[in-house]
C-alpha cells in the first residue's frame, strides 16, 4: 500500500500481517485539525484493502493518544452549516468504517483520549489502556451532546449505569477504572501498551482471516444495531454547534475558565 498521501498518520509494519498507525500531530498532542478528522475517518477503507495487513493497532505518537479536536476547528464549527455537515458525515464514517473493516482494530491508549480521539479508542474491537492514560468525552464541557460514540457505545461497554453517570458528569477516568467497569479490554503500566497492543495483534494475524473476520463481523452487529441510537445522538451534537452554549464552551476552554452557559442564564438568543 502507498500512505504516502496521509499527512497526520504514519504507517508501519512491526510483525507480519500487523499494520501499526499511528496519529501523529505530538507537538498539539495529536488534536484533531481538519485534515486528520478527514484522514482518521477515511483510512480505514485503504487499510480493508491492504491484502498484508490481518489486524490493525492504532496509538498515538509522543504522549497522547488525541486530544479531540483542535481550537481552530471547534471554532471553524460553531454556526457554520458546511462545515458542520462535513463533520457529521466524518463523525459517523468513524464509527461505522471500524465496525465495518474486516480486520480486528485494537486501539493503544498511550494517554489522553477525548473527542474523535476517543471515538477510535472505544470503537476499536480490543482497547489496551495505560494505567496513566485519562479520557473523557468531554462534550458537555463544550455544551455540546455526547454525540459522536460515547451515548450509544459506551452502555454496551460498561453498562447504562455508569454511562449515565460518566457522561453527565464528564469526570476524567484513567485506565484502571476504565478497566474495572468494562470501557476498554485491559490496562497495563504504561511502558507496556503499544507492546501488549502489539503481541495481541501478531497473535490474531496468526489465526484463520476469514473466521477472525467472521466473528468480527457478527460480534459488531450488536453495534450496528445500536445505529439509530448513534445517529440520533450524533446529529443533536452537531445541531448544537449552532447554539449560543458552544460558543460559550468554546470560549471558556479557551480562556482556562469554568463557563457560563447561557441556558443555564436564560440569555440563549
Not at 467497569?181 to 507492546?195: N, R, T
Amino acid at each position: 500500500m502507498d500512505w504516502s498521501s496521509y499527512r497526520h498518520l504514519s504507517f508501519d509494519y512491526p510483525a507480519d500481517g500487523v499494520l501499526l498507525i499511528k496519529i501523529n500531530r505530538p507537538d498539539r498532542l495529536n488534536a484533531m485539525n481538519p485534515a486528520l478528522h478527514t484522514e482518521i475517518s477515511t483510512v480505514w477503507l485503504d487499510v480493508d484493502k491492504d491484502e498484508s495487513c490481518r489486524a490493525v493497532v492504532i496509538t498515538g505518537e509522543g504522549k497522547a493518544f488525541s486530544a479531540g479536536g483542535d481550537f481552530d476547528m471547534v471554532e471553524a464549527t460553531l454556526g457554520n452549516y458546511p462545515v458542520v455537515t462535513r463533520l457529521f458525515k466524518e463523525a459517523a464514517d468513524i464509527v461505522h468504517n471500524i465496525t465495518d473493516i474486516s480486520k480486528p482494530v485494537i486501539s493503544a491508549i498511550n494517554g489522553t483520549a477525548v473527542g474523535a480521539g476517543l471515538a477510535v479508542a472505544l470503537t476499536a474491537d480490543i482497547s489496551i489502556m495505560s494505567e496513566t492514560a485519562r479520557f473523557t468525552d468531554g462534550h458537555h464541557k463544550l455544551g455540546v451532546a455526547a454525540g459522536d460514540h460515547a451515548a450509544f457505545i459506551w452502555p454496551l461497554l460498561c453498562g447504562m449505569a455508569k454511562a449515565r453517570y460518566y457522561l453527565l458528569t464528564n469526570d476524567f477516568i484513567d485506565g484502571r477504572e476504565a478497566e474495572r467497569i468494562g470501557l476498554v479490554s485491559k490496562c497495563v503500566p504504561a511502558d507496556d501498551v503499544l507492546p501488549e497492543a502489539l503481541r495481541i495483534a501478531t497473535q490474531i494475524a496468526a489465526g484463520p482471516r476469514r473466521a477472525t473476520a467472521a466473528t468480527k463481523r457478527t460480534l459488531n452487529h450488536w453495534v450496528r444495531q445500536a445505529t439509530p441510537i448513534f445517529e440520533n445522538a450524533l446529529a443533536l451534537e452537531m445541531l448544537q454547534f449552532f447554539g449560543d452554549d458552544a460558543r460559550e464552551g468554546y470560549q471558556a476552554m479557551r480562556e482556562k475558565r469554568t463557563p457560563k452557559f447561557p441556558s443555564n442564564l436564560g440569555t440563549e438568543s
